[in-house]
């Protein structure tokens, strides 16, 4: 019974490269979900999956971000020309269903980026 | 647009004390409010659900209250440790599982 893990648990990058953070949530969960987290500040929402389909987009903050399920299990974010305001923790999260708001989201450790 | 509020950012207090976490949050419609706890340099971990139609929820010497149409939730911890200390997020969810959290507030309990 793994919980959700994220790799690599720390990135250092320089502006303006590519970088790809990946998410492995708990066998069997359906939603997966992105959050990014600014240091002092709670979580933000980015991006929710339900299977292998973005069902809320809402919160990438412009096109150089982009995430993919392409199976439905692993999820891959993605964030081209990096700035250094994309320092953060980027928390990804699964729960069973997604589609009962009731449900509990289990969190990863996060993967902590830093753009130089 | 749902804005979650924490008061206080920094809390510190010696250890056995009760103590109280607020949370605010500007849109009632809410599903589910959550609080959770994240030691520093981990993840989030969950801590108490109370669904839209529940006013409290306990375990063991976490309690936490909802009253929805004011738009506030306590987080109540009975007897602090100092392994009681971390940061403690309070999470709003509306009719889809993407939630909205507040800036946390971080406990340190003094032995």
């Known amino acids: 019974g793994a919980g959700v893990s994220q790799t690599p648990s720390n990135k250092v990058t320089e502006k303006g490269k590519y970088v790809e953070l990946r998410c492995d949530p708990i066998s069997g969960h359906t939603a997966l979900y992105w959050y990014r987290q600014s240091l002092g500040q709670g979580p933000e929402f980015l991006i929710y999956f339900q299977g292998t389909g973005a069902a809320d987009d809402s919160g990438l903050p412009n096109d150089r971000f982009f995430a993919v399920r392409p199976e439905g299990s692993v999820s891959t974010l993605k964030i081209q020309r990096t700035e250094r305001g994309d320092s953060a923790v980027y928390l990804c999260a699964s729960s069973l269903k997604g589609t009962v708001p009731q449900e509990t989201q289990y969190f990863g450790p996060g993967t902590r980026l830093l753009v130089l | 647009k749902q804005e979650v509020t924490q008061i206080p950012a920094a809390l510190s207090v010696p250890e056995g004390e009760n103590l109280v976490l607020n949370c605010s949050f500007t849109?009632?419609?809410?599903?589910?409010l959550q609080w959770f706890r994240q030691d520093p340099g981990k993840g989030l971990t969950s801590l108490l659900l109370i669904q839209s139609s529940q006013r409290e929820q306990t375990s063991g010497r976490l309690n936490a209250s909802l009253d929805k149409s004011s738009g506030r939730s306590t987080l109540y911890i009975a007897a602090s440790q100092p392994g009681d200390s971390a940061t403690y997020l309070c999470a709003v969810s509306g009719n889809t599982g993407k939630l909205i959290f507040g800036q946390g507030t971080t406990l340190q309990v003094k032995p």
């Open positions: 849109d009632s419609a809410i599903y589910n």
